[in-house]
């Protein structure tokens, strides 16, 4: 299908635990971002990618980890999830040239307990 | 700083009635993005302008570069339009980044 995929959609797991939340998109675009959604703060930036191999810290990237070996994939980990990584994180692609919308991801609802 | 400020927060309409959102912004962008988020569901485009007035059905966006604000309206809304709004920049050199308004939670009222 294309489009912007995630999965899982949600996730239960304890504190301590590795997670790991996937992102995927078939339109080439080469910038991704991953973002967490939290009552009262809105759309915090955590990374993005600007291709292939280039990623950069974002508004608060602190306990995350990301890669990006491919173009079309941009996974996300916690290494060790903490309950103040409940969140809704949402993923989201965006092409280089031009007048560019931002597709955004169904988003993925981790608790974290 | 680049910031970006929506009002009203949150707004209660009956169904019918005109609906305007606000978004000004502190420095020059090159884009303004207009969102939609029902409750529990996924963030969709509405709008990308960055310049003039733009229309989709009951939707109108419009923006004013000079004063650096931009309005999103809903004509003739209804209960379906109950979602939240967000505002979303393109600052000028921002790596194509986007700085998110915090949002306008709108209810219409049957």
């Known amino acids: 299908d294309a489009g912007i995929t995630q999965s899982p959609r949600y996730k239960i797991t304890e504190t301590g635990r590795q997670v790991t939340l996937m992102c995927h998109q078939t339109w080439s675009h080469s910038y991704m971002f991953w973002y967490r959604q939290d009552l009262g703060h809105g759309l915090r930036l955590i990374y993005y990618s600007a291709a292939a191999d280039i990623t950069d810290k974002g508004e608060v990237p602190d306990g995350y980890v990301v890669s990006r070996s491919k173009t079309e994939n941009f996974p996300l980990t916690l290494e060790s999830a903490t309950r103040s990584q409940t969140s809704v994180y949402f993923c989201?692609?965006?092409?280089?040239?031009?007048?560019?919308?931002?597709?955004f991801g169904p988003g993925t609802r981790l608790t974290v307990l | 700083k680049n910031e970006v400020e929506q009002s009203p927060q949150n707004l209660t309409a009956q169904e019918g009635e005109f609906i305007t959102i606000n978004c000004s912004y502190s420095v020059g962008i090159s884009a303004l993005h207009w969102l939609q988020q029902h409750p529990g569901g996924g963030i969709v485009s509405l709008f990308m302008?960055?310049?003039g007035k733009k229309k989709h059905g009951r939707l109108i966006a419009t923006i004013n570069i000079q004063e650096k604000h931009s309005s999103l309206h809903i004509t003739a809304s209804h209960p379906r339009d109950s979602a939240v709004y967000i505002c979303a920049v393109d600052f000028s050199g921002s790596a194509r980044q986007l700085t998110f308004g915090s949002g306008t939670q709108l209810t219409v009222l049957p």
């Open positions: 989201a692609s965006r092409g280089t040239s031009g007048y560019n919308e931002q597709f």
């Open positions: 302008l960055s310049s």
